[in-house]
């Protein structure tokens, strides 16, 4: 189990004192815990005994044994399919039955990594016409972030896919208000360019940030009003976004219930405008 998800699910048995410093270790996760003990207790206003038997409490030997598993989250965020084969599990027996029993498997611990309340609360903000929506993934990812992107410009207006070349990103940034929506997907190897750019909006357009990402946390995290946390090992060189992909395709279609009549009318209208392209029997 990773550090962060023993420090939620332990929060009801902390002191005042230990919910100071799990909230400090999760505001800048997983680097914060990396700070020498002097200095995390001083950040939190506690002392190095005081942090030490705080590690104790969540299951550790010492602070060094603390830190190796941060570390060692941190080498499993950058893994490549080149590391994750070496490492992989054969799928026994036939190979697609075994492969999609575990797609299979990740589905289900999708279902239990988001909860029903975040997952509402993220509908909403997708949902207020009143925010503009912006959109981008990472190299591999941003094929997730386009397909929800073609289809909540479909069901509401004001939905921005970013392209991926950031020169271009300025002007997305300067269109940015206030609450906006900046919805961000991005798994290992994470790209450095987007925790920049959702620094920026957080910090200097204020638009809220909307993180699709792996347990091991994109950089992203730390800007984040929200982290969508789904799995993607599948035991194999490649990641899987069978789970990814399954919660996107829950948030469209609960975005787009949830004003049905608008949505309605979007599309009648959008498919109206299409303009056909190929052979018809008009003539030229």
């Known amino acids: 189990m990773d550090v962060k998800t023993r420090l939620e699910n ?6 005042a004192t230990e919910r100071r410093l799990s909230a400090l270790l999760l505001m800048d996760y997983p680097f914060a815990g990396l700070l020498p003990i002097q200095e995390l207790a001083s950040n939190t206003k506690t002392s190095p005994p005081t942090v030490s038997r705080f590690v104790s409490k969540l299951g550790f030997s010492g602070f060094q044994e603390f830190q190796r598993q941060l570390i060692e989250e941190l080498k499993e965020g950058q893994r490549s399919p080149v590391d994750l084969q070496k490492t992989s599990a054969p799928v026994q027996g036939a190979f697609l039955a075994g492969f999609l029993d575990r797609a299979e498997d990740i589905l289900e611990t999708t279902k239990a990594s988001v909860t029903e309340v975040q997952f509402e609360k993220v509908c909403g903000l997708l949902s207020d016409p009143k925010r503009s929506i912006y959109i981008i993934g990472g190299r591999m990812s ?4 386009s397909y929800i992107s073609r289809h909540l410009r479909q069901v ?10 950031p020169e271009v990103w300025p002007e997305y940034l300067l269109r940015m208000r206030p609450r906006d ?3 961000v997907v991005d798994f290992r190897r994470y790209q450095v360019s987007l925790a920049k750019l959702a620094n920026k909006a957080h910090r200097e357009r204020h638009a809220q940030i909307v993180l699709m ?6 950089p992203v995290a730390k800007n984040a009003n929200e982290v969508l ?9 490649w990641d899987s976004y069978t789970g990814a992909l399954a919660l996107m395709e829950a948030i469209v279609t609960r975005v787009a219930e949830n004003n049905w ?12 405008s299409r303009i056909e392209f190929g052979d018809t029997n008009e003539e030229n």
């Open 10 to 15: 332990m929060s009801p048995e902390f002191t």
């Open 142 to 145: 941003d094929t997730i972030a």
């Open 156 to 165: 509401r207006v004001k939905v921005f896919q970013l392209p991926p070349d």
């Open 181 to 183: 929506i900046l919805l």
């Open 213 to 218: 990402t792996d347990p091991w946390l994109s």
């Open 229 to 237: 946390t789904v799995p993607i090992d599948s035991g194999t060189l």
């Open 261 to 272: 009549d608008q949505t309605k009318g979007r599309i009648e209208a959008w498919d109206a």
